[in-house]
């Protein structure tokens, strides 16, 4: 829903076997699209530093490859971050483990239902979440929380912490790591990270 215009997409592209630029190139007219490309796999941190050091926005939104975001995606991040009045902050959005039919009512704009979302296909943070002593521990250690595959990090940020750490090439927790220095870079504020279950 937001203006193309208003958004750029990089999509990068780890060595990938069979190059991701034609599938990417598909969708430039349509969308300010750029594929970024290691020749060899290189590890997630790195894929997503060389994605974030080609973008020119002062937001970054971070999806995983497997994820379908619902047509507001972007605009609820993008709110979250203006009404921050150019404090630095993250935003966490809901990730829903979803079959086919969850991932058509997405492209439709719609939530899925909750027969979409059983206990096996929900948000994986929702159990972490789900009583009020872990609510209160999320605002002390909300870095565990903090994962890539839909979270938005200002910039200014992600730079000033030096991105992902591309010593981790193996997969998990390169997010999360990232989350704990951003929470202490900025002395532990305990708005700085913040859940969203709109922005899905």
Not at 24 to 31: E, F, G, H, I, M
Not at 57 to 84: I, Q, T, W
Not at 171 to 184: K, M
Request: charged content about 25%; aromatic content about 8%; some cysteine.
């Amino acid at each position: 829903t937001m203006p193309a215009a208003d958004f750029e997409v990089i999509v990068s592209d780890d060595g990938s076997p069979a190059p991701l630029a034609p599938a990417v190139d598909k969708y430039a007219d349509r969308l300010n699209v750029t594929c970024v490309r290691a020749e060899r796999n290189s590890g997630r941190s790195a894929a997503r530093n060389a994605g974030a050091a080609r973008a020119s926005a002062d937001v970054l939104v971070l999806l995983d490859a497997d994820s379908v975001a619902h047509p507001a995606l972007l605009e609820r991040h993008a709110e979250f971050h203006a009404g921050r009045a150019g404090r630095p902050g993250v935003l966490l959005g809901a990730r829903y483990d979803i079959d086919w039919a969850a991932a058509g009512a997405l492209t439709r704009g719609e939530s899925p239902t909750p027969e979409m979302l059983d206990a096996y296909r929900g948000d994986p943070r929702d159990g972490h979440t789900a009583h009020p002593q872990h609510r209160a521990d999320f605002a002390r250690a909300p870095w565990l929380l903090g994962f890539t595959h839909n979270a938005s990090i200002d910039k200014a940020t992600f730079d000033a912490v030096g991105g992902f750490d591309e010593a981790i090439v193996k997969w998990g927790l390169e997010d999360s790591e990232l989350f704990y220095r951003v929470f202490h870079h900025h002395g532990g504020p305990p708005d700085l990270l913040a859940r969203e279950p709109a922005a899905m």
